[in-house]
T-cell receptor, first 110, second 113 residues
Framework: NAGVTQTPKFQVLKTGQSMTLQCAQD?????MSWYRQDPGMGLRLIHY???????DQGEVPNGYNVSRSTTEDFPLRLLSAAPSQTSVYFC?????????FGPGTRLTVL | SQKIEQNSEALNIQEGKTATLTCNYT??????LQWYRQDPGRGPVFLLL?????KEKRKERLKVTFDTTLKQSLFHITASQPADSATYLC????????????FGSGTRLQVQP
């Protein structure tokens, strides 16, 4: 199993640009989520999904969209990037009470 | 809202000693608490879960305690090694029923050889 994979590993955007962070898992987990990690603030939940076709907002959803058309994939879209979205983004899937995290995407918005 | 506090200062210890990290929380009564390890440039990795009705959990050199009265968990690494150097995060089940986790900001452990 590859586990949770994320692409790209690094990305630089200009303010106003859009992009999609990709996340995939091959463990057949129903629950997936996106977090952002900023220095001194811990991981904060952006959006989550309890299964294909079902998504909901987390703690910091503004500026981000998600969709879940398959069990495997859970992309995160930034429609109009802002410098405040500079962060490291982690995707995770969950089985029972254990979360499995991807390697992260480091995003810089200039 | 629930709040999790971990010591933001790095913990420096000598190899072979026991490292003890603290996690305090407020405004919530979690059903369980988890500890994760995070290495630089990588995602967190699950280590241990302890439930509200458990006082202590062990896994190899790791031990976690959970005091729901004090609202505190202690994470111990015995016979620490330089390879244990990392940031350790504690996490509680989300109080909003979202089945997500709420994380502390982590404590960086540095084990000196």
């Amino acid at each position: 199993n590859a586990g949770v994979t994320q692409t790209p590993k690094f990305q630089v955007l200009k303010t106003g640009q859009s992009m999609t962070l990709q996340c995939a898992q091959d463990m057949n987990h129903e629950y997936m989520s996106w977090y952002r990690q900023d220095p001194g603030m811990g991981l904060r939940l952006i959006h989550y999904s309890v299964g294909a076709g079902i998504t909901d907002q987390g703690e910091v959803p503004n500026g981000y969209n998600v969709s879940r058309s398959t069990t495997e994939d859970f992309p995160l879209r930034l429609l109009s990037a802002a410098p405040s979205q500079t962060s490291v983004y982690f995707c995770a899937s969950r089985e029972a009470d254990t979360q499995y995290f991807g390697p992260g995407t480091r995003l810089t918005v200039l | 809202s629930q709040k999790i506090e971990q010591n933001s200062e790095a913990l420096n210890i000598q190899e072979g000693k026991t490292a003890t990290l603290t996690c305090n929380y407020t405004n919530y009564s979690p059903a369980y608490l988890q500890w994760y390890r995070q290495d630089p440039g990588r995602g967190p990795v699950f280590l241990l879960l302890i439930r509200e009705n458990e006082k202590e959990k062990r896994k190899e050199r790791l031990k976690v305690t959970f005091d729901t009265t004090l609202k505190q968990s202690l994470f111990h690494i015995t016979a620490s090694q330089p390879a244990d150097s990392a940031t350790y995060l504690c996490a509680l089940d989300d109080s909003w029923g979202r089945r997500a986790l709420t994380f502390g900001s982590g404590t960086r452990l540095q084990v000196q050889p």
